[in-house]
């Protein structure tokens, strides 16, 4: 079995938000007028906490909405992997 690294976490994270033409960062580069973060609506990023991590989409206002359960590395990956071939069956790509 290979390890899967953070890197290679966000690498499939990454081909999902180009799959399905979302932004690459949760964040837009630029700030608001009161110099507040922009949130990218749509983006699918990780989130990380307490050793564990979990696949979670920006909504509109900067809010995240779970996709997936939090746990280890591999499970993660596992569900994104899951969850891109979902896509792609999907959309027939």
Same mark, same amino acid.
């Given at each position: 079995m290979d390890r899967i690294t953070l890197k290679r976490l966000e690498s499939i994270v990454g081909r999902i938000n180009s799959v399905l033409?979302?932004?690459?960062?949760?964040y837009a580069a630029q700030r608001? &007028?009161? =110099? #507040?973060?922009?949130?990218?609506?749509?983006?699918?990023?990780?989130?990380?906490? %307490?050793?564990g991590y979990r696949l979670v989409r920006m909504c &509109?206002? =900067? #809010?995240?909405?779970?996709?997936?359960?939090?746990?280890?590395?591999?499970?993660? %990956?596992?569900?994104?992997?899951?969850?891109?071939?979902g896509i792609s069956a999907a959309t027939g790509a």
């Open positions: 033409d979302m932004p690459e960062s949760p608001d &007028d009161r =110099g #507040g973060l922009v949130a990218n609506a749509g983006n699918y990023h990780l989130d990380c906490a %307490y050793g &509109d206002g =900067g #809010g995240k909405r779970d996709i997936s359960p939090r746990g280890t590395k591999r499970e993660t %990956y596992e569900y994104c992997r899951a969850f891109l071939d």
